[in-house]
């Protein structure tokens, strides 16, 4: 059976009820069931985490992004996926202990491993091949917040502006709030009650009053705002009278502490906790990223843990809906993340998770080997329970109890208590509400090494960790600081070489180096009709100069029905005058964001100019560059959408790439699972047809056979009867029992025939049925999605009309430079000008 292209994860093999005897039932678990999330309760040693890594596989190889938290360590073994099944590949991550218990040599302790995975492998119908489908599809990375063994991790986002659907969404402001502040506070071993506590309420009336504006606030700002709060009031009272200063700077030093703590750098370093980044490759194809916390206190764990969940909810509530699995969050461990009673952070986002993930496509899988400390309450949402050995029999009532409670139709507990009493390792019960009845079975040979967990410098050498160093963070940082140097357009503004420039435009982002000229340093006398702004100054005036450039700002219209395009944006370039013929040529220029209210009308008087480049500065000059402005606008700064062929999908304005490979991938996937289901519908009646004639079939065998071994009987009894007279001595035998005996010998073929015509009219039902399943088998085989990287695209370009632009300004624009000791001149300017 090919599992790959059932849209069904292959999780091992049904077994007997009874004797706990493995069949050759495959157990195939529909993807699309993880919708509405699922439970695993084990304890130690009942293959729990083997099962989870099996549900990691099989949503890799089906193309489903995978984000696993792992508090012990195991889930680093998905790195340990060997396609060439080698000796040498195993040797590395064999224990060495056991080998020496065995009496083996490290080397000889891996053949056997080994062997024993390609065995097992093997038992369980998967080839090598296999293992290599899983390495491709999964792009496995491996992350360590807190910690640079593996790939670190920036928090810092965390405390970035939410989106817009989260702050329009009191609720979930409020839940992001309260758990953003509980979990920073935590990690400052203050327990703070969210209405009592006003430390909570001052960090919480900070992080609101700077999201509403769309402020991000790092720890850094958030200190700074501690000691001067943006805010005069809280609720009704003011500010110093809940909060007075003096106490404020206690919390302020605490939080600078944690800043400059020796450990905490690490976790300012790193990708940043950005969920589409870490799901999606930049063509849109899945991937599985492997967050390790086994190396954070608890505090550590529940402070990293309640921003990632944040993210995920915030995540979760941007995306459509659909009812195709969308993406995995599995948690390799529940126990203190969602007690009964207490209230850590991490509790309201998983049960946020637990109520509203499932419309948006997004599965949670929990599990834990201690079925005491959970609210089942809130696990109510989960419709799949795997169930495997438990410890003690107050483990097994807790989780008979709760599954009773939480899983509507859920089998009675007698039935329950009988079907989970002695399980063997890896044999768990799985009660699936979208399914009819309970069933067990064993789980399938992990195609990843089970090695236990690793050890930080283990995890250091895998490939899947890598790039993940301090140095090589400082190298990926020095490379993206020099491209950004030397990047022409699109970047924010970077200082100008203290050396002449040549008279080109390509390098905007740097300006000339003031030239000698007997009016350097006084402003230049222009016409009345020459606009000139000038941006405001950050800082001192020492050493600073203003230099000249050109600025269009103008509202721009695109408009297209048929495309669905109906956009507004403000388009802002910024070019630096140069001497020859074409002294502005805006296509050399850079895009910027430019608040005209923001600048200034006049230059600050202690600031000096630089030297102008020959270049006409009059009314007809500005109307010439103008009139070039708007008509790089209207044939130049179009936007740029993508269509996908199949499916028949066009981006959204501002979508990017990735994004829209990975919307084009899930309408795949959405349009495999639909005709999916009306192919096991249409097939179903059909099925069903064939079913019940082949019930009616077999019953008339019985009927038949039954009625040929009654007429046997009759026959011989009639036959004998009359034997038995004559034997006897009777004068006379009945002529009329003779001829009855002897029709019913003479019945017999045929009675064996017609006994004979119904087995073959059942076998004939039989072979039909079997006929019908393999074509709906074939049929399922064609459904493949398609590769990330086979998409269509093709850019469509929407244009500004002519009546669609309306210019808001034209003209000089004077920027401030400071001269740096490096000879470099840098923007001294507090307005942003950085790429739009």
């Keep these: 059976m090919d599992f790959e292209k059932l849209g069904a994860f292959y999780l091992g093999r049904e077994v007997e009820p009874d004797d706990h005897r493995l069949t050759e039932q495959a157990l195939l678990y529909d993807a699309n069931d993880l919708t509405t999330h699922a439970v695993i309760v084990g304890m130690t040693g009942s293959g729990k985490t083997g099962l989870g890594i099996d549900l990691i596989e099989e949503a890799a190889i089906d193309g489903v992004p995978v984000l696993a938290i792992d508090p012990k360590g195991d889930l680093t073994n998905l790195a340990l996926a060997f396609p060439e ?42 080839q090598p091949e296999r293992i290599a489908r899983l390495r491709e599809a999964a792009d496995l990375r491996i992350y360590t917040p807190g910690s640079s063994a593996g790939r670190p991790l920036s928090v810092l986002r965390s405390f970035a502006a939410p989106s817009a659907a989260v702050l329009a969404d009191a609720d979930l402001l409020g839940e992001r709030l309260e758990t953003t502040v509980t979990a ?205 050995r438990l410890q003690t029999e107050r483990d097994k009532a807790r989780v008979m109890d709760g599954l009773s409670s939480a899983a509507a139709g859920a089998a009675a507990p007698a039935e329950l208590d009988a079907m989970i009493s002695g399980l063997p390792k890896r044999t768990f019960l799985l009660h699936n509400v979208h399914e009819k009845q309970p069933v067990l079975f064993q789980t399938r040979w992990a195609m990843s090494y089970l090695a236990g967990p690793l050890a930080r ?34 970047t924010p503004m970077a200082a100008p070489q203290a050396a002449p420039q ?42 600073v100069r203003y230099l000249l450039h050109v600025a269009g700002v103008a509202d721009v219209a695109y408009s297209q029905q048929t495309l669905g395009v109906d956009e507004q944006r403000n388009v802002a370039r910024i070019v630096e005058p140069v001497d020859g013929p074409v002294p502005i040529t805006w296509a050399d220029g850079r895009e910027v964001t430019i608040d005209l209210n923001a600048l200034e009308r006049e230059p600050r008087p202690d600031v000096t100019f630089g030297a102008l ?17 708007e008509r790089h606008v209207r044939t130049a700064e179009g936007l740029t959408l993508l269509r996908c062929k199949a499916p028949k999908l066009l981006s959204k304005v501002g979508e990017s790439e990735r994004d829209f490979r990975v919307r084009c991938l899930q309408a795949a996937r959405e349009a495999r699972d639909d ?120 850019p469509v370009r929407v244009l500004a009309k002519s009546t669609g632009i309306a210019t808001r300004y034209v003209g000089l624009l004077w920027v401030p430079y400071r001269h740096g000791a490096d000879g470099r001149w840098q923007a001294a300017t507090s307005l942003s000008l950085d790429g739009g």
């Design 184 to 388: 920073v506070l935590t990690l400052l071993d203050i327990d703070a009650d969210p209405l009592t506590s006003r430390d909570h309420i001052l960090l919480s009336t900070l992080l609101e009053h700077a999201w509403r504006q769309g402020r991000d606030l790092g720890i850094a700002d958030l200190i700074q705002e501690v000691q001067r709060p943006p805010v005069k009031r809280i609720g009704v009272m003011d500010l110093d009278t809940v909060y007075p200063a003096k106490d404020r700077m206690g919390l302020a030093l605490r939080l600078n502490n944690l800043l400059a703590a020796p450990g905490f750098e690490v976790w300012t370093q790193g990708d940043a906790l950005d969920l589409q980044a870490l799901l999606y490759r930049p063509n849109g194809q899945g991937r599985v990223a492997v967050l390790t916390i086994a190396h954070l206190s608890e505090a550590e764990r529940i402070f990293f843990l309640s921003l990632l969940l944040n993210e995920v909810v915030a995540w979760t509530r941007s995306q459509q809906g659909t009812s195709s699995l969308r993406a995995l969050v599995y948690i390799d461990e529940l126990v203190g993340l969602m007690p009964p009673v207490a209230q850590p952070p991490t509790k309201k986002p998983l049960l946020t998770l637990l109520k509203q993930a499932r419309a948006f496509g997004v599965g949670l899988a929990l599990a834990t080997q201690n079925p005491v400390d959970l609210d089942y309450k809130g696990l109510s949402n989960a419709g799949t329970w795997f169930i495997g």
């Design 613 to 629: 480049p020959e270049v006409t500065l009059d009314g007809d000059a500005i109307k010439a560059w103008t009139q070039l402005f």
């Design 457 to 490: 410098e283990q995890v250091r050498r895998l490939p899947a960790a890598q790039a993940t160093t301090a140095a090589g963070a400082v190298a990926v940082a020095s490379a993206a600081a020099s491209t950004a140097a030397a990047a022409p357009t699109g």
């Design 675 to 794: 005709a999916r289901e009306k192919l096991r519908a249409r097939y179903d009646a059909k099925m069903t047809t064939l079913s019940e004639r082949l019930a009616r079939a077999e019953r008339t065998v019985q009927r038949e056979a039954q009625q040929a071994g009654q007429r046997k009987m009759d026959a011989a009894i009639s036959v004998g009867t009359a034997l038995l007279g004559s034997f006897l001595g009777r004068r006379t035998v009945s002529a009329s029992r003779v001829s009855t005996a002897l029709k019913s010998v003479n019945r017999l073929p045929k009675e064996a025939a017609d006994a004979q015509r119904a087995r073959e009219a059942a076998e004939q039902v039989r072979a039909q049925l079997t006929d019908l399943q393999a074509e709906l088998e074939r049929e399922l085989a064609e459904l493949e999605l398609p590769d990330a990287d086979a998409l269509e695209l093709e």
């Design 502 to 543: 040549a008279s080109t435009q390509a390098a905007a982002p740097q300006a000339a180096a003031p030239q000698a000229d007997p009016t350097e340093g006084r402003p230049p006398v222009l016409p009345p009709d020459v606009p000139q702004l000038f941006a405001p100054l950050a800082g001192s005036a020492e050493g």
């Design 85 to 126: 099944l080698r000796p040498q590949d195993f040797e590395p991550w064999v224990d060495g202990g056991e080998a020496e218990r065995q009496g083996l040599t490290r080397a000889a302790y891996a053949e056997q491993q080994a062997q024993t995975w390609r065995d097992g492998l093997a038992s369980w119908g998967m």
